[in-house]
């Protein structure tokens, strides 16, 4: 039966740059080859606070600052950071939300982590994207935060509360191309002419 030093593995843990990990990223780090020892190790880890539980088979490493943002991103892939809580990032809506929305191709879902709501609204894969990556996160552009949110609105799934948005940084010319380019439909042009 292999025997690991606990000591070892959390030094190799703790000096690797990865701060989020899955069960098999974890387990190429530590190079454990029974999966058995490799779940004994991993709750000892979670004994002892190395390692927080986000949820099954996903974990990140206790003490590295990780903020909540790039934690949604991780825990409900592929997502980017979008809708209300982008534009409040972007300075388009000066309310800050209670939830933490995303934008996904997979079905859309809401997961609870650290008294924090994480909600992932579903899109059409030919409208995902145009997302930039920031201190690690995956968030959307202002222009296609908006878009995102008015094709929501579109389809009845948010409510019409756009009158709440601060439309100045907003760049409307490169909305609309953005627009332009997903070919949006008479829907979202419609909203989206009556606020820019």
Same mark, same amino acid.
């Given at each position: @039966?292999?025997?690991?030093?606990?000591?070892?593995?959390?030094k +190799?843990?703790? =000096?690797?740059?990865?701060d989020l990990?899955?069960s098999?990223?974890?387990?190429?780090?530590?190079?454990?080859?029974?999966? +058995?020892?490799?779940?004994?190790?991993?709750?000892?880890?979670?004994?002892?606070? !190395?390692? !927080?539980?986000? =949820?099954?088979?996903?974990?990140?490493?206790?003490g590295?600052?990780?903020?909540?943002?790039?934690?949604?991103?991780?825990l409900y892939? %592929?997502?980017?950071?979008s809708l209300?809580?982008?534009l409040?990032?972007?300075?388009?809506?000066?309310?800050? %939300?209670?939830?933490?929305?995303?934008?996904?191709?997979?079905?859309?879902?809401?997961?609870?982590?650290?008294q924090?709501?994480?909600?992932?609204?579903?899109?059409?894969?030919k409208?995902f994207?145009m997302?930039?990556?920031k201190?690690g @996160?995956?968030?959307?552009? &202002? =222009?296609?935060?908006?878009?995102?949110?008015i094709?929501?609105?579109?389809?009845?799934?948010? &409510?019409?509360?756009?009158?709440?948005?601060?439309?100045k940084?907003?760049?409307?010319? +490169?909305?609309?191309?953005?627009?332009?380019?997903?070919?949006?439909?008479?829907?979202? @042009?419609?909203?989206?002419?009556?606020?820019?």
């Amino acid at each position: @039966m292999e025997s690991y030093n606990l000591g070892v593995l959390t030094k +190799r843990l703790l =000096e690797s740059e990865l701060d989020l990990l899955t069960s098999k990223t974890l387990n190429k780090l530590l190079e454990i080859k029974n999966e +058995r020892t490799f779940y004994r190790i991993v709750n000892d880890f979670v004994k002892n606070n !190395i390692l !927080i539980s986000i =949820e099954k088979d996903k974990y990140y490493v206790a003490g590295k600052n990780v903020n909540s943002f790039k934690i949604a991103n991780f825990l409900y892939q %592929p997502s980017y950071v979008s809708l209300e809580t982008a534009l409040n990032y972007w300075g388009i809506l000066s309310q800050f %939300p209670f939830e933490i929305s995303s934008i996904t191709i997979k079905k859309s879902v809401s997961k609870k982590f650290d008294q924090k709501t994480y909600v992932y609204s579903h899109i059409s894969s030919k409208y995902f994207g145009m997302f930039t990556k920031k201190e690690g @996160m995956l968030i959307a552009l &202002p =222009e296609k935060a908006l878009f995102d949110q008015i094709y929501l609105v579109s389809k009845g799934i948010k &409510p019409d509360n756009l009158d709440e948005y601060d439309f100045k940084n907003v760049n409307r010319k +490169r909305f609309f191309e953005v627009c332009k380019q997903l070919k949006a439909d008479g829907n979202i @042009m419609n909203l989206a002419k009556k606020i820019c």
